[in-house]
């Protein structure tokens, strides 16, 4: 079936430590995107990639690092720069000439000790 | 800086009842306006979206009310559900292409009760 898996679902880490968050997608969508979800403050957006090897800062970029060599892989980095990583991280694609429809992963909850 | 504002929080809505969920949006230059909803644990997902040649879009029980004088729009669940209960986000972006970011709303957590 298609669509965007997210691993690992739950994820413990100590403080200092960077962590990588995957995201594959097999819906041949052009465009990544990752969001963080914290409560009360909505999805906001850290990263994007329109294309392969192409990716741009989002509003919350700070902190974080991503990647694009693959059209189906767009992982985030959270790195030890990040004053408050513990979050729900979402990944997000969409196509090009679509809808505007995001199809979102499941996402990952970061927590760190 | 949030550029849209959504309200209310928390939402209490009997079945069988009606939910409404604000947002009013300042960036002029957006045009495209969809409402995500999200089941706890899960991604969000699109339930309907507008752009600002109408008024109103309505899918089954599901309407978005859009006002661009007053930059507000709305999303109103008709005859609503226990199945319903659900955390709805409404966004907002300059077009739909993927070169659009969209701005999300803080989110409204709707429970429907029995």
């Known amino acids: 079936d298609g669509g965007i898996t997210q691993s690992p679902k739950y994820l413990f880490r100590k403080e200092g430590q960077n962590v990588t968050l995957s995201c594959e997608q097999n819906?041949?969508?052009?465009?990544m995107y990752w969001y963080r979800q914290d409560p009360g403050q909505g999805l906001r957006l850290i990263y994007y990639?329109?294309?392969?090897?192409?990716?741009q800062k989002g509003d919350i970029a700070e902190g974080y690092s991503v990647s694009r060599e693959k059209k189906e892989s767009f992982p985030l980095t959270v790195t030890s720069a990040q004053k408050n990583p513990t979050a729900f991280y979402l990944c997000?694609?969409?196509?090009?000439?679509?809808?505007?429809?995001?199809?979102f992963g499941e996402g990952s909850r970061l927590t760190v000790l | 800086q949030q550029q849209v504002k959504q309200s209310p929080q928390s939402l209490i809505v009997q079945k069988g009842g009606i939910s409404i969920i604000n947002c009013a949006y300042e960036?002029?230059?957006?045009?495209?306006f969809p409402w995500y909803q999200q089941f706890p644990g899960k991604g969000p997902a699109l339930l309907i979206a507008i752009r600002p040649d109408v008024s109103e879009k309505k899918e089954g029980r599901f309407t978005i009310s859009f006002n661009k004088s007053a930059k507000q729009f709305s999303l109103h669940i008709m005859d609503s559900q226990p199945g319903d209960s659900a955390t709805y986000f409404c966004?907002?972006?300059?077009?739909?292409?993927?070169?659009?970011?969209?701005?999300f709303g803080t989110g409204t957590r709707l429970q429907v009760t029995l």
């Open positions: 966004a907002a972006s300059i077009g739909p292409g993927t070169a659009s970011k969209l701005t």
């Open positions: 997000a694609s969409r196509p090009s000439g679509g809808t505007g429809e995001l199809f």
């Open positions: 960036n002029t230059a957006f045009d495209y």
């Open positions: 990639s329109q294309i392969v090897n192409d990716f």
């Open positions: 819906l041949n969508h052009d465009a």
